[in-house]
């Protein structure tokens, strides 16, 4: 089956899902509250503000069907072609929205196996992910498995901290990418995980991994100062958090400054809801992830004021793909 008809079949499963059904779920959007509250909204015209949806996922673990029904815990949860209904549904409700990816998205079932992460990529691109960065398994068939592998994906994959100038991935990846909506101008960056004791030193020969809380902080002053962008987003694969003093989403939001946003992966956290932590300048840094095997399928609403130049996080929901229509958090 192509990726076309996976897609295709998903939509029209779509359609033909319960109307009642879709009431009664569409009242956890409503009932959640907002993550913080937008203290410039009453003042503002409608036409001075743009609102920007960011969908998000994490290690998807080449998770194109949902899992079986083994009677394990996530039995009948996920599934590619739930989640293009799902994000076909919030396109088609939102002016201005952002699909990104924070990496690992093959390795873990026989599709990567036998087509090299193509299916993967291929699906990914006919759901028009904007970007995306790499995870630690990107690496698992090699640098020439991961070229070939880039080349089925028609969004550009960013990591800012992975040195390819020795390899044969020198110029296949980008440090960042900058998207323009109505106005605003959203800058995102991606961020690896070292891959010393977790990649095979052979499939990653000549790679160099530089310091994520340097490269972060560098990168984001461009985009902030000098790129002049509104909104700046990591896509990490660094990990939530470690009891050791590794770097992970918590020690880089604490240690940087100008990242408004870390959307994570690796650690397969099912985060409850996003986490709001001080960075060097005591401002707020969101930092979010939503699991593995795209069970869930993140949404963060940001609300800008164009005239004052404020923003603010209006929402956070944490969509449960299985019922393509309802959002839960918890």
Request: charged fraction near 20%; proline fraction near 3%; include cysteine.
């Amino acid at each position: 089956m192509t990726a076309s008809t996976l897609i295709r079949n998903s939509m029209d499963a779509s359609q033909r899902m319960n109307r009642r059904h879709f009431l009664k779920q569409a009242g956890a959007v409503a009932a959640w509250s907002a993550v913080s509250s937008v203290p410039f909204a009453a003042s503002a015209s409608a036409g001075d503000q743009v609102v920007l949806t960011i969908l998000h996922t994490n290690d998807v673990h080449s998770r194109i069907e949902p899992f079986p029904m083994d009677g394990s815990r996530n039995q009948g949860l996920g599934g590619v072609a739930r989640r293009a209904a799902l994000v076909r549904r919030i396109r088609s409700e939102q002016r201005n929205v952002l699909l990104l990816d924070a990496g690992d998205t093959v390795q873990g079932t026989p599709y990567f196996n036998l087509f090299g992460g193509k299916v993967e990529l291929e699906l990914m691109s006919k759901m028009g992910y904007d970007a995306c960065t790499l995870g630690n398994h990107e690496f698992d068939n090699g640098l020439d498995g991961l070229a070939q592998m880039l080349g089925y994906a028609t969004f550009p994959f960013l990591t800012a901290n992975y040195d390819f100038s020795d390899t044969l991935l020198k110029g296949k990846t980008r440090d960042y990418a900058i998207f323009r909506k109505q106005g605003i101008r959203i800058g995102v960056f991606g961020l690896g995980i070292e891959l010393d004791g977790l990649v095979d030193p052979v499939r990653c020969r000549g790679v160099r991994y530089l310091d994520p809380i340097a490269t972060a902080n560098e990168l984001a002053a461009q985009l902030r100062h000098d790129l002049r962008c509104d909104l700046i987003v990591c896509l990490s694969h660094l990990g939530y958090q470690y009891q050791s003093d590794k770097i992970s989403d918590r020690v880089l939001a604490a240690n940087t400054r100008n990242v408004d946003l870390i959307i994570g992966g690796h650690t397969h956290t099912f985060m409850p809801e996003p986490e709001s932590i001080r960075n060097l300048d005591g401002r707020e840094t969101i930092v979010n992830q939503v699991g593995f095997g795209g069970i869930y399928l993140g949404r963060l609403d940001y609300v800008f004021e164009r005239q004052s130049g404020k923003k603010a996080l209006a929402g956070a929901y944490r969509y449960d793909v299985s019922t393509p229509m309802a959002a839960v958090v918890g």
